[in-house]
Nanobody, 123 residues
Framework: QVQLVESGGSLVQAGGSLRLSCAASGSILEINPMRWYRQAPGTQRELVADITSGGSTNVADSVKGRFTISRDNAKNTVYLQMNSLKPEDTGVYYC?????????????????WGQGTQVTVSS
């Protein structure tokens, strides 16, 4: 069984920084890509950033220049460094990954989600 576990969410003042982590565990052959989403109350979940196993990244315009995504392939972990946080960055941050696993003797790609970690930015 493959799972993602996020950590690092907290309450922080505007202008502050946080670093989120998401570690994948289980029967993993490959993870590509890894993504961070967020969801504020009453809104749809939105893609914040993603990164391939080769290190190519995409970051949403709303966080460009403030957020950085990175990963440690050896640890099956993705990070989201968030700087200059704003109240509108408040929400639950979810990790998502496409994971190649061995199941029933066959290799399969699974779409895996973490449980989410709360980020609250006070003004």
């Amino acid at each position: 069984q493959v799972q993602l576990v996020e950590s690092g969410g907290s309450l922080v003042q505007a202008g502050g920084s946080l670093r989120l982590s998401c570690a994948a565990s289980g029967s993993i052959l490959e993870i590509n890509p890894m993504r961070w989403y967020r969801q504020a109350p009453g809104t749809q979940r939105e893609l914040v950033a993603d990164i391939t196993s080769g290190g190519s990244t995409n970051v949403a315009d709303s966080v460009k220049g403030r957020f950085t995504i990175s990963r440690d392939n050896a640890k099956n972990t993705v990070y989201l460094q968030m700087n200059s946080l704003k109240p509108e960055d408040t929400g639950v941050y979810y990790c998502n990954a496409q994971v190649l696993t061995l199941r029933g003797g066959s290799m399969r790609w699974l779409d895996i989600w973490g449980q989410g970690t709360q980020v609250t930015v006070s003004s």
